[in-house]
């Protein structure tokens, strides 16, 4: 059994400044042939689930592509597309013949001249294998469902929970269906419903937390395979953007299309009821004193992981006006606030002008006289047994706040962040981060209250205007009734 296996991932905002490069990849993560640590991230799950399988199976051979994820940004440049991709061919072609190939895709990669990314991408490694060969891939739910995917892969699998914390497990999945289908024990048949949809699926909090106990069992099923909920992305202007059910069964395309649509439309039942509450910047800030600390306040829209900056100073201008203390802001990216903040070095007092620099959106730059507490190279956080880059990090302190400064885009996802830079996250009255849910695991079980808030910026958060161009199809909450449009 010969297994080719890579990964190539981003999620692309196409409203976001914040362009896509190579060097995106290479500051975030990047790993070629046989150098990928031992801890999975998020999308090359897939390599670690073969490589735990191979060692334990000498009859498989095993040949590792490169590996490599940007951060969530804006359009990727075309050049480092094609090369990044094209890089991963000519492995794969090295590696010829092969029985299976095990893919750590996204889902929402959008590049110049190159909508679905990832059908591409498929479409050129089923030439490569030919028609017998098994190619199956780990996606987020968090993408697009495109006709060219499914016709080129023969298993994609979603994450289920939202946080992510299945990856692995879902990769484990993959392979296991995967070995299945190239021994002839299955033949994997893909059907899709189209829910004509798009929201935000937190799988924390109910109906969504049900319905994913009830496709687990679903799987439990002949001839269910796997069943996978396709979130969408919400800021990603392409034709096939909104919620889809994907289901997988063994040989039973009838029957795998009525329960994909079945479950599509208990999803669209769940329309606009599946988001905790969202309070206003005011409205927020007014439960602190009512609150026992700490309290995690979440900056839902400045989320990294949506593809926007994270130096987003809307939520710290309020908290500063009203003179609250006892906060830890984790975290701002600002490259030239840490790197001034190095020049000064460790326990210098500053003047600084730190966050608001991307775009004016966000709110402006904050503007103080600050104490350089701490600096830190390459400080990084967990994630579900995967460490995060955060890049190079300064900690500052002014009028009774901390911010951590960091220098590589990342959404918050643990309280490892704060202890990355010295601070005890329990020590605070208030806890400030940027993040839409993929924090809950992490912080629920610290946190007194989780308050999520809405300032207004500087994500495409409105499905009803935000400026699609390439959604042609209606979807609610576009179209309130769009089963009724033909």
């Known amino acids: 059994?010969?297994?080719?296996?890579?990964?190539?991932?981003?999620?692309?905002?196409?409203?976001?400044?914040?362009?896509?490069?190579?060097?995106?990849?290479?500051?975030?993560?990047?790993?070629?042939?046989?150098?990928?640590?031992?801890?999975?991230?998020?999308?090359?799950?897939?390599?670690?689930?073969?490589?735990?399988?191979?060692?334990?199976?000498?009859?498989?051979?095993?040949?590792?592509?490169?590996?490599?994820?940007?951060?969530?940004?804006?359009?990727?440049?075309?050049?480092?597309?094609?090369?990044?991709?094209?890089?991963?061919?000519?492995?794969?072609?090295?590696?010829?013949?092969?029985?299976?190939?095990?893919?750590?895709?996204?889902?929402?990669?959008?590049?110049?001249?190159?909508?679905?990314?990832?059908?591409?991408?498929?479409?050129?490694?089923?030439?490569?294998?030919?028609?017998?060969?098994?190619?199956?891939?780990?996606?987020?739910?968090?993408?697009?469902?495109?006709?060219?995917?499914?016709?080129?892969?023969?298993?994609?699998?979603?994450?289920?929970?939202?946080?992510?914390?299945?990856?692995?497990?879902?990769?484990?999945?993959?392979?296991?269906?995967?070995?299945?289908?190239?021994?002839?024990?299955?033949?994997?048949?893909?059907?899709?419903?189209?829910?004509?949809?798009?929201?935000?699926?937190?799988?924390?909090?109910?109906?969504?937390?049900?319905?994913?106990?009830?496709?687990?069992?679903?799987?439990?099923?002949?001839?269910?395979?796997?069943?996978?909920?396709?979130?969408?992305?919400?800021?990603?202007?392409?034709?096939?953007?909104?919620?889809?059910?994907?289901?997988?069964?063994?040989?039973?395309?009838?029957?795998?299309?009525?329960?994909?649509?079945?479950?599509?439309?208990?999803?669209?039942?769940?329309?606009?009821?599946?988001?905790?509450?969202?309070?206003s910047i005011a409205q927020a800030l007014d439960q602190l004193e009512l609150t026992q600390a700490p309290v995690v306040l979440a900056d839902v829209w400045d989320n990294p992981g949506g593809g926007v900056a994270g130096d987003g100073t809307l939520i710290l201008h309020e908290l500063i006006r009203r003179q609250q203390r006892g906060v830890a802001v984790g975290t701002l990216w600002d490259p030239m606030a840490v790197r001034l903040c190095q020049a000064a070095g460790e326990g210098a007092e500053i003047e600084l002008r730190f966050g608001g620099k991307s775009g004016a959106s966000a709110g402006a730059p904050v503007d103080k006289k600050v104490t350089v507490r701490r600096l830190q190279a390459n400080a990084e956080q967990n994630f579900a047994g995967s460490r995060v880059p955060m890049g190079d990090c300064a900690l500052i302190h002014f009028d009774g706040i901390d911010v951590i400064l960091n220098s590589n885009r990342c959404q918050s996802f643990d309280p490892s962040l704060f202890c990355a830079l010295g601070l005890k996250p329990a020590d605070y009255q208030v806890l400030l981060i940027k993040s839409t849910n993929h924090f809950y695991q992490g912080f629920v079980g610290l946190a007194e209250r989780i308050i999520y808030v809405d300032a207004g910026a500087p994500y495409p958060s409105n499905p009803r205007t935000n400026a699609y161009q390439k959604l042609q199809r209606p979807i609610w909450p576009r179209v309130e009734a769009p089963f009724d449009v033909s």
């Open 1 to 279: 059994m010969r297994i080719f296996t890579a990964s190539l991932a981003t999620e692309t905002n196409t409203f976001s400044p914040m362009y896509t490069d190579l060097q995106s990849f290479y500051q975030c993560f990047y790993a070629a042939p046989g150098e990928h640590p031992a801890t999975p991230t998020l999308c090359s799950a897939p390599l670690i689930a073969c490589r735990n399988y191979a060692a334990s199976h000498p009859e498989v051979c095993l040949i590792e592509g490169t590996c490599t994820w940007a951060e969530p940004g804006g359009l990727l440049n075309r050049a480092a597309y094609e090369h990044l991709r094209d890089e991963i061919l000519t492995q794969l072609r090295a590696a010829l013949p092969v029985d299976l190939v095990m893919l750590g895709l996204h889902g929402a990669m959008v590049a110049q001249g190159y909508d679905d990314c990832e059908g591409d991408l498929l479409q050129r490694v089923r030439q490569l294998v030919g028609p017998n060969a098994i190619i199956g891939t780990t996606l987020d739910p968090h993408s697009h469902l495109t006709a060219l995917r499914q016709q080129q892969a023969d298993l994609l699998i979603a994450f289920k929970e939202f946080p992510h914390l299945d990856f692995m497990q879902r990769a484990e999945e993959l392979l296991q269906l995967s070995l299945r289908a190239a021994r002839r024990e299955i033949q994997p048949v893909m059907s899709s419903f189209d829910c004509r949809m798009i929201d935000v699926f937190p799988t924390s909090n109910e109906p969504m937390k049900s319905f994913i106990s009830k496709l687990k069992q679903l799987e439990q099923q002949a001839p269910v395979l796997s069943v996978s909920v396709i979130h969408g992305f919400m800021a990603g202007d392409v034709a096939d953007m909104g919620s889809k059910i994907l289901v997988i069964t063994d040989n039973a395309a009838a029957q795998g299309a009525q329960l994909a649509e079945q479950l599509g439309q208990e999803l669209f039942s769940f329309r606009g009821r599946t988001l905790p509450q969202f309070y």
